[in-house]
């Protein structure tokens, strides 16, 4: 771990555990981060103050100023090399999200890959932050719109995807134009520190401003200076819907702009004419995968009852051959959940359910024993509920899957919509009409719809993000973009008269 952390240059040659987070005066109180596959102390975070943290504005502003005036595609072409240098550090980093995090090795290099493919669209959209043009109803007139940098970005990030959410605002952001403060969650400092030493050796190559990438560390009280900051044009938050309300009503009190990316009640139906060689698998990895804990997580199964015994069965058994253990292990398919509060409410989230009268078919479990000292392994376990049951409209972070039944499609797609999230939503079906149906305006009210693939795992290409309490806020891909700058519709008049709009006459 030791070779890890110093190749990816995290720690400071005076102190074996700590870290300073920027050149930035004085830091204190100590952020500990603890690895969720073995239990160990990895390294000690300073926690920014308050006088970092005027520091980081008073630089952030300065670099806006500057950063500005530099022309998009060649803010791209930085951008452009900020990719090749996560590709150098692909590897290595991609450990360090699966050890901080405990997601398995495949999905901490995934989520560096999502990384690589942000920051090629980035450069790409750098040439194209196209405005419209329009006719002007009075002659000789010209109207056009163009996009401007908004200013300073926070980023409020969250630990299940701890690199790659960053990225998608901080690439996009860039290429705007814009500067970028990120507030990692306290959970995963670590990696958070990895991805600003990537990125500084790039901006010091090529001789830019201290304060276009800064970073800050602590729990929620520096998030609250960040959110309270009329400084901060734009906070992009992605967390719970319990954060994102009140991150947004302090950022709207402000009249500032908030991006939220909040919980997710993700829902996958499977129809009577469903594919089950490729439902099955869906299932089973949007459920399990990152250990429940994606905000695109498969939580809800809604089963045709034609083949619901059937799903059930081949659920249990493909369950029951899953693999749980060290994520850094290959062979294994699950690691644990972040920490002992996320054992907790995944244990009384099963409670719950029993208390409602539903049945847990595959019952959790909290392994112990060799390799499970962590506390954090956990069996992920299957219920069956009735669709309005209180637990089954929560989003709990952990691997519990709810099966429910249904009769008709409305039915399903009532089920489905009937929660108060409404980020991403799935149906299985070879038959053209449900799918149709599902993707209609009487279908899905989620951000993310899909026919015969999960709920998770979408690519950076498509805009990210969902409706009612997962917050309204689109990331990533299609044009996302325009959130991270301001619109500016010109008119320029070059005749020699002053026809005013809609044939008022003014004559003096
Ligand atoms: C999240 O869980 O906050 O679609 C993001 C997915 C990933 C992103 C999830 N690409 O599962």
Known sequence: ?????????????????????????????????????????????????????????????????????????????????????????????????????GKSLQEGLGEVQEIIDICDFAVGLSRQLYGLSMHSERPAHRMYEQWHPLGIVGIISAFNFPVAVWSWNAMLAWVCGDVCIWKPSEKTPLTAIACQNIIQKVLKNNNLPEGLSCLISGDYKVGEWL???KKIALISATGSTRM?????????????????????????????????????????????????????????????EAVYENVKEKLVKAYGQLKIGNPLDEQNHVGPVIDKKAVIAYVSAAHEVREEGGTMLIPEK????????????VNPCIAEVNADFKIVKQETFAPILYLMKYKTLDEAIEIQNNVPQGLSSAIFTLNLREAEQFLSAQGSDCGIANVNI????????????????????????SDAWKSYMRRQTNTINYGSQLPLAQGIKFDI
């Open 244 to 304: 994102g309300k009140a991150v947004g009503e302090k950022v709207a009190s402000r009249m500032g702009r908030s991006l939220l990316e909040l919980g997710g009640n993700n829902a996958i139906i499977i129809s009577e004419h469903a594919d089950l060689n490729i439902a099955i698998p869906a299932v089973v990895f949007g459920a399990v995968g990152t250990a429940g804990q994606r905000c695109t997580s498969t939580r809800r199964l809604i089963v045709h």
């Open 227 to 229: 959110v309270g900051d």
């Open 454 to 477: 999960g709920t998770s795992g979408a690519e950076i290409g498509g805009a990210f993000g969902g409706e009612k309490e997962t917050g309204g806020g689109r990331e990533s891909g």
């Open 1 to 101: 771990m030791q070779e890890l952390l110093s190749s990816l240059n995290i720690l400071s040659q005076n102190n074996g555990t700590s870290t300073g987070l920027n050149s930035w005066g004085e830091t204190s109180n100590l952020l500990e981060s603890y690895s969720p596959v073995d239990g160990k102390l990895i390294a000690k975070v300073s926690q920014t103050t308050l006088d970092d943290y005027l520091k980081v504005i008073a630089t952030a502003s300065e670099a806006f100023k500057y950063w500005r005036n530099v022309p998009a595609p060649r803010r791209g072409e930085i951008v452009r090399q900020m990719a090749e240098a996560f590709r150098e550090h692909k590897s290595a980093l991609g450990q360090l999200v699966s050890y901080e995090m």
């Open 366 to 377: 909290i392994l112990e024993g060799k390799a499970f000292e962590s506390g954090c392994y």
